[in-house]
């Protein structure tokens, strides 16, 4: 080969090599939890075709992939919900660039200045904070700045095994659940059920879980119109109202209206081989149980399957505990091309919003929530009020995930009786400012 041919082969191969993605001028690190599902959607692209968290989140970064070959996007995930991780990546200085991250847990990286605010990327990038949901900007909003772009707001429900309140004489003549009106209407419905039956009323995975305690917790208090949070640093638990909502979840589990040694999963199951009538579980799982209502043969079939916010069991406020999830960006130097790949992938994702609440989180944005094809999904029509029942713990409160644990284990040890409600009370509102004096 002469010299001048083997020049133009080598500028020929490095051209080649310079176009092909894998030498992306912009790397992106993103990560996020909702599991890992890559043999059933790791190459998947068509975002229709996805299911579940894990599918959709999963087929998502695919097209966003595939869509801007000129940005390479490294992807980890995390197991729930991962923020031990992303704390010790900050402390190294090796943060992902975006991560997801609870709108409840903002508030913990915003006020250390380890997230950046995204105003301005975002309307570079063409989305603009008058797009969200009221609930989507008041949990993204800290300081007066954005923090996270939302991407939906998600609580607990009542899923309803209808075949099951059908053989307990609990629906209501326009075939829908008959759902209580107060503490003491729930528990005589748990006995009717229970007697009716032979199984509990309530499915709740209380081995090993903290959450669902807090959650029910909050849920019941706002309903009271508790303040338990009017000074962000000094929470109010040992209270009458409190007290009603342990004693009510209490009286559930003397009584065995509701199932005691699971966990998360086992929860799950036994809700689907139908071992219970409501099953306590988040919006993530109305898209999968709606298509086990699908299945010829489940339990869930075989007489329907409901949805609806939790009851209101109080006379105070129409609302119920809820939280969000949103990307955020970690603060850092960077160049301007990989803060426009940063704007460009945070506006797919609203603009894929859609998508996304295929999985029975709500929508981050009006126009999905108002949108028809939204409206066409299932259980939509019972569950859409939660846009409006949602309430979070006020922004300013930091380590709401670190007081959701105590708050859980307290509820528990009084729920179970391994201690009186009035000493786990006590122990919870000491523990829960003692970890916020300390900050």
């Known amino acids: ?63 966003f992939a595939a869509d801007n070959p000129d940005i390479k996007v490294n992807v980890t995930t995390v197991e729930w919900p991962g923020y031990d991780q992303l704390t010790a990546q900050f402390a190294s200085g090796d943060a992902p660039d975006i991560v997801t991250i609870h709108e409840s847990v903002l508030s913990d990286y915003q006020s250390k200045g380890l997230i950046m605010p995204l105003d301005d990327v975002l309307k570079t990038a063409g989305v603009t904070v008058d797009q969200f949901t009221g609930a989507a900007k008041e949990g993204a909003t800290k300081d007066g700045k954005i923090y996270g772009l939302p991407i939906d707001n998600w609580t607990m429900l009542y899923h309803i095994n209808m075949d099951l309140f059908k053989q307990a004489g609990l629906v209501n003549a326009d075939g829908t659940p008959m759902l209580p009106k107060s503490p003491e209407e729930l528990l005589a419905q748990a006995e009717q059920f229970k007697q009716k039956t032979g199984k509990p009323y309530f499915v709740q995975n209380l081995a090993n879980e903290t959450a669902l305690f807090t959650r029910n917790f909050y849920t019941y208090l706002f309903q009271q119109n508790s303040n338990f949070f009017a000074d962000p640093k000094k929470a109010k638990f040992n209270t009458p109202e409190a007290k009603k ?195």
């Open 245 to 439: 909502v342990v004693e009510m979840y209490k009286a559930i589990y003397d009584k065995d209206y509701t199932t005691k040694n699971l966990d998360y999963a086992g929860g799950i199951n036994a809700f689907l081989a139908g071992e219970g009538g409501v099953h306590l579980n988040g919006t993530w799982v109305v898209g999968d149980y709606n298509a086990q209502s699908e299945k010829a043969g489940t339990a869930l079939n075989k007489g329907g399957y409901a949805v609806y916010p939790y009851p209101q069991l109080f006379s105070g406020a129409k609302a119920q505990y809820a939280d969000g999830h949103t990307w955020a960006v970690s603060k850092k130097d960077r160049k301007p091309e990989q803060t426009a790949a940063i704007g460009k992938f945070l506006k797919f994702f609203a603009d894929n919003d859609f998508e996304w609440s295929r999985t029975g989180h709500l929508p981050a944005y009006k126009a999905v929530i108002d949108s028809a094809k939204f409206k066409a999904l299932p259980h939509r029509d019972t569950i859409s009020a939660v846009a409006t029942l949602g309430k979070p713990l006020p922004s300013e409160v930091q380590r709401q995930f670190a007081i959701q644990d105590i708050v859980g284990e307290e509820m528990s040890a009084a729920v179970t009786g391994q201690k009186p409600v009035d000493k786990a009370l006590a122990d919870m509102e000491s523990r829960v400012n003692e970890l916020l004096a300390n900050l």
């Open 1 to 63: 080969m002469t010299l001048r041919k083997l020049f133009l082969a080598t500028i020929s191969a490095a051209t080649v090599m310079m176009a092909s993605p894998s030498f992306a001028a912009t790397e992106l690190q993103v990560q996020r939890f909702f599991g890992a599902c890559d043999a059933d959607f790791g190459k998947n692209t068509d975002v229709s075709k996805a299911v579940g968290e894990c599918g959709i989140i999963t087929s998502l970064i695919n097209k």
